[in-house]
């Protein structure tokens, strides 16, 4: 591959990770669970 697509590649792999990063904070902070819920 060439310096471009290892460019788009290298920002594709950023904004796929930051976006599920969101999601997965979004989650945890939503459904926030008890210590004792989360032994269940």
Do not use: H, P, Y
Not at 2 to 20: A, R, W, Y
Request: aromatic share 10%.
């Amino acid at each position: 591959m060439g310096i471009v697509e290892d460019k788009i590649k290298l920002d594709l792999m950023q904004t796929i990770f930051n976006d599920s990063s969101a999601i997965f904070e979004f989650i945890e902070n939503r459904f926030k669970l008890s210590d004792e819920q989360k032994k269940r």
